[in-house]
């Protein structure tokens, strides 16, 4: 199973960069792993952000192939615990042939989006910045990887 993790807009902060960086190299030892990132919108000044989220949602759609396992990092989704995590990413790498999770722009997601979605995942109940969020999710991603082959990483 290829796992791919779509972003909206670059990471800016040089530190998140690196911490993304260094777990999306190590995710690659445990399973395909890439990072799509979709160009920020330009202008977006003239936007409302109903726009905004139609134009961010024809760009993702365009990432996604029909037969993809699509999953929203989406505030409303599904909380799980770490090692609830790495068993439901065990359960997807039998069942699905890409694995697609997405980070939305900063106003999420367009109903043509959700309405493509498999499931929603929520990381917390708190707030995250899109920045911080994708270093959280690659670590979570990572962790998940060293539970699943019984690596010392995690502690429970």
């Known amino acids: 199973m290829k796992t791919i993790l779509i972003l909206v807009g670059k990471t800016t902060d040089k530190h ?3 911490g993304i960086n260094d777990y999306v190299d190590r995710i690659g030892h445990y399973m395909p792993f890439e990072l799509i990132t979709i160009p920020e919108l330009k202008n977006t000044k003239s936007l409302s952000e109903a726009q905004q989220k139609t134009t961010e949602g024809e760009l993702i759609l ?34 699905a042939r890409r694995l ?12 043509e989006v959700y309405a493509r979605a498999n499931e929603q ?15 959280v999710f690659t670590e979570q991603i990572y962790r998940a990887c060293t539970i699943i082959k019984g690596e010392p990483y995690h502690h429970e």
């Open 16 to 18: 998140f960069q690196a």
């Open 100 to 111: 697609v999770f997405v980070v939305g722009g900063p106003y999420g997601f367009s109903p």
């Open 121 to 135: 995942l929520s990381l917390s109940k708190m707030t995250f910045s899109h920045q911080m969020i994708r270093l």
């Open 62 to 95: 365009k990432q996604i192939q029909p037969s993809d396992t699509v999953v929203l990092l989406d505030e409303h989704g599904k909380e799980f615990r770490s090692i609830e995590f790495a068993k439901w990413l065990e359960q997807k790498r039998n069942t």
